[in-house]
């Protein structure tokens, strides 16, 4: 019996033993795999991007824009300090999207340097420099895991005066008026999380006083929604940025919203003082 005991020990020590040394080798193996993805995805995206143009023909979409201030579009390249191949689009975008709450248009370059910037002007006179467009390598996976291989692809990623966007959407609220000041300003996004909670610890205002003066300024009003947009940080003042969405009121026994109205906040990130436009950037 204690034979028969030991003997099942042995036996179940060495299935234990097997299963050990596979289990290592597949984390060993997909640790691998991982590292060297993350040295290849470096590597590769680095080669991928050595090409000096861009001839995709990028896709650009506005939002938040009444019809008749981007009836007419005007595109301009800004290459090494100079503005080049003036170009004017008039009623040019994407029947696909007429319909949408963004509308498309394609930049009408068939290609330009990876350093240029491409700058529009809607119809009323609002600025967007939209440099940053590159390639990146798209690295191939599998059941288990990095394959080995890859292929170069078009990054949408693009900055829009001062700001990265995953996209390249245009909003009306974050258009130039004068571009030789707000070049000036930089702004630093909700979404990068590290640097606007840094940001926000070194001021006057906290986020949490900015959003204790916020609720108090909202008085009555009733509120669909409301956004943070990051920190505007200028020269000489830096502003917590929010959207918001109000409305008088429903009408009886409707869900139906009268009177909205979309609004940009600024509260100064050192004083606290709150200002609301209506009309944003014009009203600033």
Not at 3 to 28: D, H, M, P, R
Not at 77 to 103: M, Q, V
Not at 219 to 232: A, H, L, P, Y
Request: hydrophobic residues 30%; contains cysteine; proline residues 3%.
């Amino acid at each position: 019996m204690n034979k028969y005991i030991k003997g099942c020990l042995v036996l179940i020590g060495v299935i234990i033993t097997i299963i050990a040394i596979i289990a290592g080798l597949f984390f060993w193996s997909s640790n691998s795999r991982r590292k060297q993805a993350e040295i290849d995805g470096i590597k590769f995206s680095k080669e991928c991007d050595l090409a000096k143009f861009i001839t995709e023909q990028p896709e650009i979409q506005f939002a938040n824009f009444k019809k008749n201030e981007i009836n007419t579009l005007k595109f301009q390249i800004l290459r090494k300090g100079k503005f080049i191949h003036d170009t004017l689009i008039k009623n040019g975008f994407d029947k696909k999207t007429n319909s949408s709450e963004y509308k498309s248009i394609t930049i009408p370059y068939k290609e330009f340097l990876k350093t240029d910037t491409i700058v529009v002007i809607t119809q009323n006179k609002l600025h967007y420099y939209i440099s940053g467009y590159h390639h990146y390598a798209y690295l191939h996976y599998g059941m288990n895991g990095y394959l080995g291989s890859h292929e170069c692809r078009f990054s949408d990623y693009t900055t829009i005066n001062n700001e990265v966007f995953a996209r390249p959407i245009l909003f009306r609220k974050y258009g130039w008026i004068n571009p030789e000041i707000s070049k000036h300003i930089h702004k630093i996004s909700v979404s990068d999380s590290v640097a606007y909670y840094s940001f926000a610890k070194k001021c006057k205002i906290k986020i949490q006083d900015a959003e204790r003066i916020l609720k108090e300024k909202r008085k009555n009003q009733v509120f669909r929604s409301t956004t943070t947009d990051g920190i505007e940080v200028g020269p000489k003042n830096s502003y917590y940025i929010y959207g918001e969405e109000t409305e008088s009121g429903t009408l009886p026994n409707n869900v139906v919203p009268r009177n909205l109205q979309e609004y940009v906040v600024k509260i100064n990130c050192e004083t606290g003082e709150y200002k609301r436009y209506k009309n944003y950037p014009f009203d600033d």
